[in-house]
């Protein structure tokens, strides 16, 4: 079992190699001559950087059948190789994230008949299998999804006794993580998108965008803002990494904000209140809690309607997703204070991983997209720009035809692909009795 196993992902892999050379080799090449037909920023939409991964993916094969027993396939020791590139799968992060994209570019140019003829013709140039160039394009998607499958069903008939035992149980480990990084950093690009589409809803938005200082939502809600001689203000606050938005309710309109302003949350400590008169302000207070800046004389008192309110915007001391991959690339200890302010300094740290910075260009990006897409609009806003907590994305339905289907399918990560509208002929023409079969 251990040789059908190991030979199982040599195959596969050296099938993938041929892949990803067809389509750099047959597709790109063949685009790269006809500057009429795509232009340069097309072509890194189509295609992204697959170009990186064919490099990658070659340096891996062949560090792979070193250690690929011929003789005696059981005895192959290939953990080490997984090991010793781990980081550098990082690179599909770009690539996956890009597929959507990619797909919305493919199915745009596939409606006119010249370039479904030219991608045709250059599957048939190359001698490629009978597969369209969006399946092409999807392999090294499946591919980032199948190694975790495939090192456990490796790692099921290792025995313990076995010297690659620790080395394939490693590499178990950090694959999963490398697919768990993609899709951490697929849902902050979503993130950033839906925040930026929120501040575009929000009435008389001043100062700064959102994502110049922040790109996480950790926390939504609505307290009552205290002044020191009592006034009492009922406010609905957004808690970002490193600051915190308050905004009003419009009186008739409730899915109407309008913006109250923002606490630099770098910049103060919080200070917890017990039920009953506060010596400072001597007010008699409930629920409640104070930011106290560290640099000023400014406070801010805060109460919750309920206590478990209080104890959700008190106990925001989870550690941000990103941090979980500490121990594959060896960050630092995280920081152990983890109080409301310390989390929101957190939340965006990335420790400096690979393929999980969001650009400023991205963020740029994202604001673009969100006043285009707003301008016009009536003015509305989600009391919860980004789902919390994070829902799980959906699976990958389509899988890669060279994967035997003895590999047990799971959800590994996820990717969005755009969906298509239903055609309401189609949808009638099937019901039809003669066409059901």
């Known amino acids: 079992m251990r040789t059908n196993v190991i030979q199982e992902i040599m195959n596969t892999e050296r099938v993938y190699i041929k892949h990803l050379k067809d389509i750099c080799e047959g597709y790109i090449r063949q685009c790269r001559k006809h500057t009429g037909m795509f232009t340069v920023a097309q072509l890194a939409t189509i295609f992204g950087n697959i170009e990186d991964i064919y490099k990658f993916q070659r340096k891996f094969l062949k560090d792979l059948e070193k250690q690929y027993n011929k003789e005696e396939p059981h005895l192959s020791e290939i953990g080490s190789c997984f090991l010793q590139h781990q980081e550098g799968f990082a690179i599909y992060s770009e690539y996956c994230n890009n597929h959507p994209g990619a797909c919305a570019e493919l199915s745009r140019l596939m409606k006119q008949g010249r370039y479904r003829h030219f991608f045709e013709a250059c599957r048939l140039l190359q001698q490629m299998i009978d597969i369209a160039i969006d399946g092409f394009l999807l392999t090294p998607v499946q591919k980032i999804c199948k190694y975790p499958l495939q090192l456990a069903e490796l790692l099921k008939y290792t025995t313990q006794e076995h ?100 606490t630099d949350m770098d910049e103060v400590r919080l200070v917890d209140l017990e039920d009953g008169r506060d010596k400072d302000w001597n007010l008699s207070v409930k629920n409640a809690f104070k930011l106290v800046s560290k640099t000023t004389d400014e406070v801010h008192l805060f109460c919750a309607k309920k206590q478990e309110d209080k104890a959700r915007w008190l106990q925001l001391r989870t550690v941000h997703p990103v941090l979980r991959f500490r121990h594959w690339f060896l960050l ?106």
Not at 174 to 179: E, I, P, R, T
Not at 196 to 219: F, K, N, P, Y
Not at 356 to 364: G, T
């Open 163 to 262: 010297s690659d035992y620790n080395n394939i149980k490693a590499a178990y480990e950090a694959m999963k993580n490398v697919a768990c990084l993609i899709n951490e950093r697929k849902r902050r690009l979503e993130s950033i998108d839906k925040i930026a589409r929120w501040q575009v809803s929000i009435v008389g938005w001043e100062g700064l965008d959102i994502l110049e200082r922040s790109s996480e939502l950790i926390h939504s809600g609505e307290l009552t803002q205290v002044s020191r001689h009592g006034k009492s203000q009922q406010r609905t606050f957004f808690l970002f990494d490193h600051q915190l938005v308050s905004c009003k309710k419009d009186l008739l309109r409730r899915d109407v904000l309008y913006y109250r302003g923002r």
């Open 332 to 437: 630092s200890p995280l920081p152990s204070q983890g109080l409301l302010a310390s989390r929101c300094q957190d939340a965006t740290g990335t420790g400096g991983l690979k393929g999980m910075e969001i650009s400023e260009n991205q963020k740029k990006l994202a604001m673009l997209n969100a006043q285009k897409a707003g301008h016009g609009k009536s003015k509305g806003y989600s009391a919860c720009p980004v789902a919390l907590p994070h829902q799980s994305l959906h699976p990958l339905h389509q899988r890669h035809v060279t994967v035997p289907t003895s590999v047990p399918q799971q959800q590994v990560f996820a990717l969005a692909e755009p969906k298509r509208k239903p055609s309401l002929f189609w949808h009638t023409f099937n019901k039809l009795t003669p066409f059901k079969k």
